[in-house]
């Protein structure tokens, strides 16, 4: 590892970055890695987040433009990071996504008045299946973990074998 240390830069990597174990509590790359009652308080945040953005997007009074906004930038976009790490878990318990999809449902209600439920359930399908692409984050979290992880195998083989290469792992 010394022999390495000017080429990988270490210095700069130890004023730069926070190694934490796996128990030690914190954030990696935005999403909480701690309990399950941290990580359903960083959706609950979230939520809060996109409740005060929706209000705010509800000032220009256009329902074209408060649909694109919403369904692209306050969906389940905004916890997609979440849904990749903790997705499996998140949809085991009916909370904080349930309240996350209740907040998406209200304002499909306000937007679209006399909403039906089979039409909440079509308008959650993609657009090119007939919808109107308002995803719903309990029916999203467990494929978004499962890409993720499939996505990460390969990544996470390459750093185990270059840790073994600078002798950090056998």
Known sequence: LQASAATWELQTVREMAS???AEEAGLTLGVAVDSSETVE???D???KVVRAMQ???AICSDVQTEHVLNRQSLGVGR???IL???GHELAREAGPLGAFDELTRDAMDRLFPGLTPEGHDQASLAAAKGGLGWRRASEVARPANLGALVMATPKVHAMAQAAVQAGLLR
């Open 55 to 57: 209000e705010r997007v």
């Open 45 to 47: 945040q979230k939520i």
């Open 41 to 43: 308080a960083q959706v």
């Open 84 to 86: 990749r790490v903790h």
């Open 19 to 21: 190694v934490r174990t």
């Open 79 to 81: 916890v997609n990071h």
